[in-house]
């Protein structure tokens, strides 16, 4: 049922998000797509209540219960940047707005804009694990938690492999590529 449930949640939010964008920008309601955008924190709500009911009913706590941690999660880190991106990119696609800044691609400022998301993903595992923790402590010493443990260290291990991948952006920084020119005649050629 939970995987079901994550499953729906999924493509809810896609389609919320899509309604919203759509409603906002190419019927140029404002205020409705906002509405519709403004529900999509509601699909969470739904999970992580039907998550906690499903424990509250007796379930035993499985790899559902810990994916549905890792969602829950992930959406509270990540939803509202990637809607506002999304926005961004429907606004200069459908609206006719100013094109949407691009992430730096070297340097110290690629670390810097990596090194941001990162945050967000230690956000992330940060809210599945208070959320894991609260299923350990709801389940009690006499369930089996061994499952919510295993993705409490799935949530651990991601945000740390993740942080040595944004410490080489910061130690080995991507350099920006070098034009070759040359003279020729009186012009200046360059070549990539």
Known sequence: MIVTLIVVCEVGFWVLLAAGLAVRYVLKRRRAGAALLLCVPLLEAALFVATAADLKNGATPGWEHGLAALYLGFTVAYGPRLIRWLDGHAAHR???GPPPSQPPRYGRARAR???RLW???VLGAAVALVLLELAV???GDDGDVG???TFQWVAVRAVGVYGLI???YLLFPKKAPAADTRQKGDRTLTER
């Open 113 to 115: 804009h990596e090194a």
């Open 137 to 139: 402590l709801y389940v």
């Open 119 to 121: 945050l967000r993903a």
């Open 94 to 96: 459908l609206a006719g």
């Open 147 to 149: 499952a919510l443990r």
């Open 166 to 168: 944004v410490l080489s």
